[in-house]
């Protein structure tokens, strides 16, 4: 968690210091409200001596990439600190929160409540053992926001051709929190194999960060593999493979299916694979 959460500090810091007056190290916090950022945050253009960055503040980002609302946060921030985290463009500042269970308040960063446990009652409960016995169990949670792609479905599509893929599971819980939540939801998930199926291509990346966007990939892939699940990435678009995992391909075709279901088998065995086909032969219908 924390390698992963770090790594996406980085990123998010690297893109302001890339920006002209070379926003940061010591002088970053002292030379905030001297920036002013596309989102309407920081300084006002007009401000002597502002520098003007065409990218949203460091918070609006993190929001961005999250899948939250600058609203969500504001619900959870104590109330005499609303009016401060409206205009907040830090990860690192300091906020009192109200734990969303009922606990005590407690102070922690917005980098800390977007994107990990923050409360710590809260933390201490899902240590217990009874949540990691939980871990790597696929379900179905119904709130979930999901956006399914046109090339998602088709991808499922080309699957459902070749093995059962269940509808009814849409998450897998995990053993660590992964942007607040203990549970990630991959695009499509083969329980019985304990391997989850996720579509990358440049087109989708460009809705947050390209860079962010991979390390928060790779800590999904961890919280996947520390509870016993496999991630395979069809890699499209002219994106590199990322590991053995990894199906790289210039579009999707039947012949990316077969090299999933191909590689399912090096994962799990033939046997493990062959029970979820369709349309066996008769022959081999027999025999089973
Ligand atoms: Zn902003
Ligand atoms: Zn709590």
Known sequence: MR????????RIQGEVKDGPGHVGG???AARMTLVSFACGHGAAPSDVGAITLRRACPLCMLLHETHRTRGELLGRVASSSRSALA????LGAVYPWVCERGHDRYQAT???????????????NAQSPTVSREGGVASMNAGLRTRTSLTEQRLRALL???????RGVNTVRINRMFYGKQEVWPDILVPALRIAIEYDDPGRSRRAHLGLKEASDREKDDALGEVGWEVIR????GLESIGPNSIVCASLTADVADRIVARMVELRSADAVDALRVGVAPARQAEA
């Open 26 to 28: 010591a002088g970053y």
């Open 160 to 166: 459902e051709e070749r093995i059962r893929v269940p």
């Open 110 to 124: 917005v980098i800390d409540v977007l994107t990990g446990p923050s409360c710590p009652k809260c933390i201490r």
């Open 234 to 237: 069809v890699r499209a678009g």
């Open 87 to 90: 205009s907040e463009t830090r």
């Open 3 to 10: 390698s992963g959460r770090h790594a996406i500090v980085c």
